[in-house]
């Protein structure tokens, strides 16, 4: 009998250690910013821990389906196909936008090209232009690097252009993966969250403002101005998606992030808030 009450003390003990844990996983793009709210919610919520790990909005929007995780962070809107997942569960989601983000389209800082359009950006990118001999007059192979599969970024950026990614394009795991391959290769080319370049992350790159045929003013992914107006073509909300059964636990950071301390944070790591500092 007492190793019964035992037993049931430590589950109950677990069961108590689980409910102050959120588990929040997926964007790469968020996962950065997600670790410093997390601390400072900490700091002023020392009985609550929240946990954080990457692996692309597709991994999280699964763990979050398994029920490995509280909140999926995703770069992206959760698509059709993972609609109906939730659905042949019977599993009711939500989503919260807490911020956000613009894609920059680096390349080294030495290649002779100050801007580019979304046309010239898709050919480069599906592989139609393999040189640089256009664009910068330098006859060198367009090197791109890009995500894997998995990452929100990867579909946006191919949703936006309406292009299918090179076969030859190199699938990095992270943002700052592709910044480093790009500060070591004079003729590539990638794409990764603003908030990674802000803030003196571009060193040795060169982040290159992007137009569009019917606007041709080129606008940077830094141009806060902008990014307020809605004026740059890779400009994106930034999800959280949960179950609307684990509202009342994860309901504190919530509120968190959309209070004036958390959008202050959102808005000091490079990121876009939604509400006027």
């Not at 390349?107 to 801007?115: E, F, G, N, R, T």
């Not at 004079?186 to 992350?201: K, N, R």
Request: hydrophobic share 40%; charged share 20%; glycine share 8%.
């Amino acid at each position: 009998m007492k190793y019964c009450f035992f037993c049931l003390a430590i589950l109950l003990q677990s069961c108590i250690e689980q409910d102050k844990t959120i588990k929040i996983k997926g964007s790469d793009t968020e996962v950065n910013l997600a670790v410093e709210l997390a601390e400072s919610f900490h700091v002023m919520n020392p009985i609550v821990f929240v946990s954080i790990s990457g692996g692309g909005s597709g991994l999280g929007i699964a763990s979050l389906l398994n029920n490995t995780a509280d909140i999926a962070n995703s770069s992206r809107s959760i698509n059709e196909e993972e609609i109906t997942l939730f659905q042949q569960k019977g599993i009711q989601i939500d989503s919260f936008i807490f911020a956000q983000d613009a894609i920059a389209i680096v390349v080294a800082k030495d290649l002779p090209i100050d801007s580019i359009s979304t046309n010239d950006l898709a050919a480069v990118l599906s592989g139609k232009y393999s040189t640089w001999k256009s664009l910068a007059n330098k006859d060198l192979p367009v090197n791109i690097y890009g995500r894997q599969s998995n990452s929100g970024t990867h579909d946006f950026v191919k949703d936006k252009l309406s292009i299918e990614f090179s076969r030859n394009a190199k699938e990095m795991n992270g943002n700052a993966q592709i910044l480093e391959a790009i500060r070591a290769d004079h003729s590539g080319i990638g794409y990764v969250g603003a908030g990674y370049v802000s803030h003196g992350g571009s060193k040795a790159l060169k982040i290159l403002p992007v137009y569009t045929q019917e606007n041709k003013d080129a606008v940077s992914p830094l141009d806060a101005q902008k990014i307020a107006a809605g004026k740059y073509f890779f400009q994106r909300p930034l999800f959280q998606y949960y179950k609307t059964s684990s509202y009342i636990k994860i309901k504190p950071f919530l509120d968190y992030e959309k209070g004036q301390a958390g959008q202050s944070i959102i808005h000091s790591a490079g990121y876009y808030p939604l509400r006027k500092l």
